[in-house]
């Protein structure tokens, strides 16, 4: 089988920042509870003229930068998001439109927060069979166009940003493995509503507040978190023969830092190896393991040889991790 790997990555957020301080002022709550019980300080917000599809297209352009990758070169746009601003075309169609990435096929794939390990995965396949030899994968979320910024209990939470990766044919060992799984008997612990609901249905939800919105229940999240996340670490580290020791970054989904901090001590992870910039962006869904990949490369934490893991879990429910030699 073709060897994958990861040529580049790239980011872009939004540069308005929204603070706990900020947040005092639109619901009741405070600095000091948000920072204990998440660990977020800020996160960047949209203004309303941005689209999912503006934040991709930037994250994209800077990893094509980064890697000196032309337009032509890409085979196919994988775009990961819960956030489109359509449902067709595709946000990686439109994606493809700006960028004029003109010899490839583009999709979207819609997995929440595990999106963009999902559209790792379905890359890598591509690559490895021979069907693609350059492959771009994006998350991308303006999450703040779902939030309901009534409810508190959610609005604290969430972020907008993109993150993408350039995925290639190599001669090299790279991507190693992934595990990938969902749960959809417990979906309804977190969703947002789109449309094909019946009249009735709607007539009785559309002046609800959470109607559109992303609705969750925290504390059943949370419980379901910190149980997968070290699972589907151990299950991929199981598939390509490492252990949790060999491990020299890990890069978890961005959520809270709690979840983090229970995955990493069940999986004996010291928190040095565990990178983290949810205090700067907070949840942003699809866009937070690429937008931390690219943090990690740029801030120097990930050396040539070096075994990461990334990790995700999510809306669907879903789960994915990743297993890459640097
Ligand atoms: N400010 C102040 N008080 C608040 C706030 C807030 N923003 N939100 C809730 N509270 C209150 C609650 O009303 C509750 O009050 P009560 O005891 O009087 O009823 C109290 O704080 C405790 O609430 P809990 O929900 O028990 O708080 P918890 O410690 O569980 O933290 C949290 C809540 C942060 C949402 C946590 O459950 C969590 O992180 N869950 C997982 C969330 C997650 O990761 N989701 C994303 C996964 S999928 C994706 O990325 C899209």
Redesign the pocket.
């Known amino acids: 089988r073709q060897n994958v790997k990861i040529l580049s990555t790239g980011r872009f957020v939004p540069e308005r920042i929204l603070s706990n301080h900020d947040l005092e002022k639109m ?4 600095d000091e ?2 920072t204990q ?2 660990g977020i300080k800020e996160r960047r917000i949209v203004d309303g003229r941005t689209s999912t599809t503006d934040l991709a297209v930037q994250a994209a352009r800077n990893a094509m930068q980064k890697a000196g990758i032309l337009p032509d070169e890409i085979d196919v746009v994988i775009v990961a998001t819960v956030t489109p601003e359509m449902f067709f075309p595709s946000t990686a169609c439109l994606v493809q439109k700006e960028l004029k990435l003109k010899n490839a096929f583009a999709f979207d794939i819609s997995a ?2 595990s999106g963009f390990i999902y559209g790792m995965a379905i890359a890598t396949q591509f690559i490895q069979n021979g069907f693609c030899k350059t492959a771009l994968v994006i998350g991308a979320e303006a999450l703040s166009k779902i939030t309901n910024w009534s409810d ?2 959610t609005c ?2 969430f972020g907008d940003g993109a993150g993408a990766a350039i995925l290639t044919a190599s001669s090299e060992e790279g991507i190693l493995g992934f595990e990938l799984g969902s749960d959809g008997e417990n979906g309804l612990l ?1 969703y947002c509503h789109a449309f094909g609901l019946s009249d009735l249905s709607y007539s009785q939800f559309k002046d609800m507040p959470n109607f559109r919105k992303i609705y ?1 229940d ?2 059943e ?2 419980k379901f ?1 910190v149980k997968i996340m070290p699972y589907a670490v151990e299950k991929v580290l199981e598939k390509v023969g490492l252990s949790s020791s060999d491990i020299d970054v890990f890069i978890p ?1 961005q ?2 830092i709690r ?1 983090i901090e229970s995955a990493a001590k069940r999986l004996k992870i010291p928190m040095e190896k565990v990178f983290v910039n949810l205090h700067k962006y907070g ?1 942003t ?1 699809a866009a937070s393991i690429p937008i931390a990949l690219d943090e990690a490369i740029e801030e120097g934490k990930i050396k040539k040889g070096d075994k990461i893991v990334l990790v995700g ?3 669907g429910l879903t789960w994915a991790s990743c297993a890459v030699k640097w």
Do not use: D, K, P, Q
């Not at 619901?27 to 405070?30: D, L, Q």
């Open positions: 619901v009741e709550t405070s509870w948000i019980r998440t929440a927060c508190r209990s604290v939470l977190l969750m925290g504390n999240v949370y978190a989904h959520a809270n979840i949840n869904s879990f999510g809306g």
